[in-house]
């Protein structure tokens, strides 16, 4: 009777810690899964509207900006877990209210014919997010000032400054960015803002 009950211990303990180490891989896989699937899609880029004038002449011309969060601070966390998330931002997180530093590697497929400066870029900045309906699940909007680094060739600037506001729709994953540069050769441009968190 002893050696049965032993007999069934020991195989409910084979059978346990065999399925927990079945979790453990699993698990594995869905966070090397979960990482790789989520860097594959910030590879996607936001179709961006950018100015390029001179004195004479002013077009609009096509690029594509990529949308890099590195720090988000939510002012919304859960006080149990903390308010500062890094790269892989929690869109809740972010839409019912929080600040962020962001880089935007960008460039233009013809470049700038008019007012000299190169066809890539890259501009950092701030912004505050808010949420507009549905504690910003539906409907949320940032403020925000940034710096573009880009150099010009006709005038020997390495940059210039810009407010953004914009409108984002489904949970922050797509919506719409005006920026404001203050710089008379490059005074706008109009993003539709795509990010997958």
Request: charge should be positive.
């Amino acid at each position: 009777m002893i050696k049965k009950v032993l007999l069934i211990i020991t195989a409910v303990f084979v059978f346990f810690v065999s399925d927990s180490s079945a979790q453990d891989t699993n698990f594995t896989q869905r966070k090397t899964t979960k990482y790789l699937s989520w860097s594959l899609l910030q590879l996607i880029p936001s179709p961006t509207l950018v100015s390029d004038a001179n004195n004479d002449n002013a077009r609009v011309q096509f690029g594509l900006k990529w949308q890099i969060i590195p720090i988000n601070f939510s002012f919304r966390a859960n006080k149990f877990v903390s308010p500062v998330q890094f790269f892989m931002i929690n869109p809740v997180r972010r839409v019912t209210g929080s600040a962020e530093l962001f880089v935007q590697p960008e460039i233009v497929t013809s470049g700038f014919k008019y007012s000299g400066f190169n066809s890539f870029g890259v501009t950092t900045g701030g912004r505050f997010v808010i949420p507009v309906q549905e504690l910003g699940e539906n409907i949320s909007a940032s403020v925000g000032a940034n710096y573009t680094f880009r150099k010009n060739d006709i005038t020997g600037e390495n940059g210039y400054t810009g407010i953004e506001a914009g409108v984002y729709f489904f949970g922050g994953m797509m919506g719409f960015q005006f920026v404001k540069n203050f710089n008379n050769n490059n005074n706008f441009s109009v993003s539709l803002y795509l990010k997958y968190f």
